[in-house]
């Protein structure tokens, strides 16, 4: 499994498996993945040729009182999981690399 952190990097991935017209499956997580994951990657195993995953905690998903600080981050065990299932590409940002790539035109 490949694992990429950049926008960039992810662009020019999935721009290379396009031109080689590989069906993409996208399967965004964060993380903490428990076996409606697994069951997901699974099916898009099923319907595509490469099968991509994220894993980013998204700081905006969660309201007030609720405490993005405390949720469960499990990256060894997701990363095991993730192998398990035969993800291809795991997209594995920093907060600072989505908050920049907002600032850009999105042809992910």
Known sequence: MEVSVTTADMRRQISHL?????RIAFVPTMGNLHAGHLYLMERARDHADVVVA???VNPLQFGAGEDFATYPRTLETDLAQLRSAGVDLLFLPPDLEVIHAGRRPRHL
Request: no cysteine; hydrophobic share 25%.
């Open 18 to 22: 396009r031109m080689h017209r590989r």
């Open 54 to 56: 994220s894993i980013y």
